[in-house]
């Protein structure tokens, strides 16, 4: 059984930064793509980064030059550092694996 446990979300002021993490299990993670989503209050859920098996990435344009997804094989792990964070960036964060298999997801609000 696949499992994604998204973590690291929380409350942060404009400007601050903050590192998701995404934990998989039941996959063969290093061969797989990871992806990072969000969806704000009453919008659609929305791409944000991807990376592939040989560690390309591609970012939605929004987030270019913000947000960096990493990933780490040796524990099963995806990342989505994220810094100059922007109210825009509210949202509920979610761990796609695959282009299956999605996390429980994860809050992160922006605000001052």
Known sequence: ?????????????????????????GIFFSTNVMAWYRQAPGKERELV?????????????SVKGRF??????????VYL????LKPEDTAV????AAGTYWG?????TVSS
Do not use: F, H, W
């Open 1 to 25: 059984q696949v499992q994604l446990v998204e973590s690291g979300g929380g409350l942060v002021q404009p400007g601050g930064s903050l590192r998701l993490s995404c934990v998989a299990s």
């Open 68 to 77: 960096t997804i990493s990933r780490d094989n040796t524990k099963n792990t």
């Open 104 to 108: 429980q997801g994860t809050q992160v």
């Open 49 to 61: 980064a991807v990376i592939r098996t040989i560690g390309n990435t591609n970012y939605a344009d």
């Open 81 to 84: 550092q994220m810094n100059s």
């Open 93 to 96: 964060y979610y761990c796609k």
